[in-house]
């Protein structure tokens, strides 16, 4: 059985997909971009379009019942690679000794510098 999830703090999907979905034990959420939760982007340095992001996903994570902690992986797709020195400063700040998988990509993202997305483990 699967269930859409969906957070007001956290944009709106611009496609016909949701948010996230659980399905059993895991949530997975669909890749999450430096927009406010009016849907409004304002461009800005990858530290704080990064920190943007993760309180998207943040507010997400929690409309599921679980924390941002709680993600067992995470792939970030980021506009331009020399950005990763201080995309990856500003993630560390959302997560303690024991941070979920990553993998990081460099993407021909449009507009924005970074986008994430991210399995959760709920059990």
Not at 59 to 72: F, H, K, N, P, T
Not at 84 to 96: G, P, V
Not at 107 to 122: F, H, S, T
Request: aromatic share 8%.
């Amino acid at each position: 059985m699967k269930q859409a999830i969906s957070a007001a703090d956290a944009p709106a999907p611009a496609g016909p997909y949701s948010q996230a979905v659980r399905a059993g034990d895991f949530l997975f959420v669909s890749g999450q971009v430096p927009r406010r939760a009016d849907g409004t982007y304002e461009p800005a340095d990858v530290a704080t379009e990064t920190r943007l992001t993760l309180r998207n996903l943040s507010a997400i994570v929690a409309a599921a019942g679980a924390r941002l902690e709680d993600s067992v992986k995470i792939t970030a797709y980021l506009a331009d690679g020399s950005d990763f020195e201080e995309f990856n400063r500003a993630y560390a700040e959302f997560f303690d000794d024991t941070p979920p998988a990553r993998t990081t990509v460099v993407a021909g993202l449009r507009q924005v510098k970074v986008e994430l997305d991210a399995i959760v483990y709920l059990g």
